[in-house]
């Protein structure tokens, strides 16, 4: 393991000490926003992760070696270099790393590292159409198998978030809402799904992720976060958008891995960088609510 997987001293000391943190992806670094903004971003976000005394993880193949806690210099790296850095979601760990290569890692990808609490901004799940093209993302495949709790915006609202919530029923993953019944859609607060249970505290979603682990049940759990109302985007409007990018993803036959980037560069261009900027803010909001998560996780275990 130690060829090819590396934790920061931070990290490592953090884990230890039983001191709360909140792991990040990485594709949203390379394949989610242009440069500079991706990189100004990411450490945004580290940094709103030690504002709440929590430590920060972000996670990335870095020449090789999955790296669980990046430097700002790994940051940097990933940011300039884009869409040119594989996008790493489990299938590719062991090619990207042996032949020592650089990979932004998806949810899967990242959950594969294993730390306790990590934040994203959606997670993927069933492309529309997917009952005949079986483009599942292997996120929801992650979600079954391996112990990290999840707090995103919900499913991206490029997705068919029906089957995706039917697709993580079958696979045993419970869904929480946090504060909220609905399922949240990325950029809208609402999708018009339920979720499986609503929860109004860190605390008792802390709990549920601890009584998880201490049953020894294999896989993780689901926390969605509405976007903050005054980021929030119109239905309308952001349905007319994404089915336009679809539409056009479909003429160009763009599939696979490259789908998901593509659509939302093309929404934030015709949204005029207004889902960008949502994308942001509800980034910082995931992370925000993953770093109460993870400090009451640690409580929790020290009254134990």
């Known amino acids: 393991m130690k060829k090819y997987f590396y934790v920061s001293p931070e990290v490592s000391r953090a884990i230890q000490q039983n001191k709360p943190v909140v792991a990040l992806e990485s594709t949203i670094i390379s394949h989610g926003m242009p440069y500079p903004q991706n990189v100004e971003t990411a450490l945004q976000v580290e940094q709103i992760i030690r504002n709440a005394n929590c430590v920060p993880a972000t996670v990335a193949i870095i020449n090789g ?20 850095v594989i996008k790493a979601s489990r299938r590719d760990l062991p090619i990207v790393t042996s032949a020592s290569l650089n990979g932004a890692t998806t949810v899967a990808g990242t959950m594969y590292a294993g730390v306790d609490v990590f934040a994203t901004g959606g997670i993927g799940g069933a492309h529309r159409g997917s009952e005949k093209t079986m483009d599942i993302s292997a996120d929801l495949d992650e979600l079954q198998q391996t112990d990290v709790a999840v707090v995103c915006a919900g499913a991206k609202s490029i997705l068919d978030i029906g089957l995706t919530l039917e697709c993580l029923e079958t696979r045993g993953v419970p869904v929480i809402g946090y504060k909220t019944e609905d399922m949240p859609a990325f950029y809208t607060q609402k999708s018009g799904y339920k979720v499986d249970y609503r929860m109004d505290s860190a605390r008792e979603i802390a709990s549920a992720i601890l009584a998880r682990k201490q049953l020894q049940m294999t896989g993780g759990m689901l926390i969605v976060n509405p976007i903050p109302a005054e980021y929030a985007l119109d239905k309308q409007y952001i349905d007319a958008n994404i089915d336009e990018a679809i539409r056009e993803a479909d003429t160009l036959g763009i599939g696979g891995k490259q789908l998901t980037p593509f659509l939302l560069d ?19 909001n995931n992370v925000r609510l993953a770093c109460e998560i993870a400090a009451e996780l640690c409580l929790l275990r020290n009254e134990q």
Not at 65 to 84: F, M, N, S, Y
Not at 266 to 284: C, D, P, R, W, Y
Request: glycine share 10%; hydrophobic share 40%; with cysteine.
């Open 65 to 84: 070696v999955l790296t669980v806690g990046c430097d700002e210099r790994a940051i940097e790296l990933l940011g300039k270099q884009g869409p040119a």
């Open 266 to 284: 093309k929404i934030q261009k015709l949204t005029a960088g207004q889902s960008l900027e949502s994308n942001i803010q509800l980034v910082f």
